[in-house]
């Protein structure tokens, strides 16, 4: 069978799992093949359902627990938290979820946007934030870690496949926002996340540090993750920007019962 999900090299705190999961070994078919997870992507109602439904087998199989369902999200774009005590349906409008105490299986979908994992130390805690660049420009980042009751310097953060700078194209008014916003002592950093593009007024922008930037600001412990550009890895991810009909990847981050660190 196609490699339908891998573990993150992310060293996690006992009981706690992050996975993501590729394009391959599902039941879609056409633009969105294969393995498809999003219901708002145009794809088969049938297909998304049995592959949701064998995403939680696998996921059972690789935790070795019991994992019911997963918590998805309605993505806007946007910086809203949802705090997940349980499956809550229909599925909430929030681009970030944040999990405490319970068992919870936590996931985004993308298909070129950056998808951040995050986990204290203790392995009580649990998120997974949805940022594209709106997002990171709104601060769903900082949100999400404002829900956290551990201390940032106990968090870690894993940054997932996500359209790259080789790829990530702007115009001039995207990195006018982000250096207006930007701190005196970000700006620096800020302005070396843009290059200039092929084109007049063009410029490619970095996801990956624009990201580490806010986190490391924001106090977090460790950052893990290396740019993985999902355009250039199509037939692995799912990419938007390749082919604009076509399905969703997801990021997940997994809370067994009695998660403690090691």
Known sequence: MPEQLYRPNWELPVGVHAFVTTRSGGHSSGAWSSFNLAQHAGDAPAAVAANRALLLERLC?????????V??????????????GGTALPAPQADAIYGR???????????????????????????VAHAGWRGLLGGVLEATLGSFH??????????????GPCHFEVGGEVRAAFLTQAAPS???????????????????????A?????????????????????????????????????????????????????
């Open 61 to 69: 199989t690789e935790t070795g627990v019991s994992v019911p369902d």
């Open 210 to 262: 624009l990201a580490r930037l806010r986190l490391y600001t924001c106090g977090i412990g460790s950052i893990h993750g290396e740019p993985l550009c999902t355009v250039c890895h199509h037939e692995r991810f799912y990419s938007y920007r390749k082919q604009p009909v076509t399905g969703r990847f997801a990021t997940l981050i997994v809370r067994a019962a009695g998660a403690v660190h090691r």
């Open 101 to 127: 105490d319970t068992p919870l299986a936590l996931g985004v979908l993308t298909a070129d946007c950056l998808p951040v994992l995050f986990a204290s130390g203790d392995g009580q805690e649990i998120a």
């Open 186 to 208: 970000e700006r620096a950093a800020t302005d070396a996340a843009f290059a200039a593009g092929a084109q007049p007024g063009k410029w490619m922008g970095d996801l990956y």
């Open 150 to 163: 551990a201390p940032p310097a106990t968090i870690t953060a894993w940054l997932g496949p996500a359209i």
């Open 71 to 84: 918590q998805w999200l309605s993505q806007v774009h946007g910086t809203r938290v949802f705090h997940a």
